[in-house]
């Protein structure tokens, strides 16, 4: 795992609260973008971050998770 994702894990309830069924992308350990499309979100990424590549992901929702235990 990267830094970003390392991020994401540990911010992760925090970001299931607040946006639950959004795409988001993480740069430097930093929350870059936020919206209803993985490639949107991407190029937004991109465009704040030209040299990095972003992690981008879709935020479950609570339900998601519930099959998961």
């Known amino acids: 795992m990267d ?3 390392l991020w994401i894990v540990g911010h992760f309830s925090e ?3 607040k946006f ?3 795409y988001i992308a993480v740069v ?3 929350l870059v973008a936020v919206g209803e499309s993985g490639r949107d979100v991407e190029a937004k990424a991109c465009e704040i971050e030209p040299k990095k ?5 879709r ?3 609570e ?4 099959c998961l235990l």
């Open 28 to 30: 430097n350990e930093r």
């Open 53 to 57: 590549i972003p992690s981008v992901l």
């Open 15 to 17: 970001l299931v609260e």
């Open 63 to 66: 339900e998601d998770m519930t």
């Open 3 to 5: 830094k970003d994702d």
């Open 59 to 61: 935020v479950p929702r």
């Open 20 to 22: 639950a069924g959004k």
